[in-house]
């Protein structure tokens, strides 16, 4: 079974920086797309950046300029380079990968289970 394993989250001061990695691990036919999501208390999930394959990044407006998505193919990896950091990036970050196990079957999304990230002053 497809399974994604997170690293990076913690505790980081205003204005720090940190680097999250998630690593795909299970029998995938082929990847579209990886990427990050986040949801902070009282609010919905949102696209924080994800990169294709081919590697063509999407990111929120909000993190443009300060975060930047790199991934390795080869490796089934996806990273999260956080820099400067505010209070409003506090939120718990999950990975998703979008992929087809078959040929024959459509793109389904995986989920990680999470990691907190908190930006304190």
């Known amino acids: 079974q497809v399974q994604l394993v997170e690293f990076g989250g913690g505790l980081v001061q205003a204005g720090g920086s940190l680097r999250l990695s998630c690593s795909l691990s299970?029998?995938?036919?082929?990847?579209?797309?990886m990427g990050w999501y986040r949801q902070a208390p009282g609010k919905q999930r949102e696209l924080v950046a994800a990169?294709?394959?081919?590697?063509?990044?999407n990111y929120a407006d909000s993190v443009k300029g300060r975060f930047t998505i790199s991934r390795d193919n080869a490796k089934n990896t996806v990273y999260l380079q956080m820099n400067s950091l505010k209070l409003e990036d506090t939120a718990v970050y999950y990975c998703?990968?979008?992929?087809?196990?078959?040929?024959?079957?459509?793109?389904?999304?995986?989920w990680g289970q999470g990691t907190q990230v908190t930006v304190s002053s």
């Open positions: 998703n990968v979008r992929g087809r196990i078959t040929t024959l079957s459509g793109n389904v999304d995986y």
């Open positions: 990169i294709t394959t081919g590697g063509s990044t």
């Open positions: 299970g029998s995938i036919f082929s990847i579209y797309a």
